[in-house]
Nanobody
Framework: QVQLVESGGGLVQAGGSLRLSCAAS????????MGWFRQAPGKEREFVATISWSGGSTYYANSVKGRFTFSRDNAKNTVFLQMNNLKPEDTAVYYC????????????????????WGQGTQVTVSS
């Protein structure tokens, strides 16, 4: 069982920045690819970014590419999503997810492949 706890959400003006964190309880955290998803009101949950177990590979949704950076610190069982140049359309609840993988460079893009989810943290970007 892996528990994920997100933090760092809040209210920010357009063009501003936020840094989300997700702390994991897993003993074998480094065996998990991690992902961020988001869900805006009235919309389906959508993929934001994923990072491999090693941290050496990342993949981003086109909508956030160049603005968001996903990183991880396996020694602290924590991942981070640095969000810059935020836009009102980034407003959503952001969820952290963990998916067990066998390859250190594997990326997981689909929600159904993730095994554990956090409760989410609200990000609101005002115009």
């Amino acid at each position: 069982q892996v528990q994920l706890v997100e933090s760092g959400g809040g209210l920010v003006q357009a063009g501003g920045s936020l840094r989300l964190s997700c702390a994991a309880s897993a003993r074998t955290f480094s065996r998990y690819a991690m992902g961020w998803f988001r869900q805006a009101p009235g919309k389906e949950r959508e993929f934001v970014a994923t990072i491999s177990w090693s941290g050496g590979s990342t993949y981003y949704a086109n909508s956030v590419k160049g603005r968001f950076t996903f990183s991880r610190d396996n020694a602290k069982n924590t991942v981070f999503l640095q969000m810059n140049n935020l836009k009102p359309e980034d407003t959503a609840v952001y969820y952290c997810a963990a998916g067990l993988v066998s390859n250190s460079d594997s990326l997981v893009l689909t929600a159904s492949r993730y095994d554990y989810w956090g409760q989410g943290t609200q990000v609101t970007v005002s115009s």
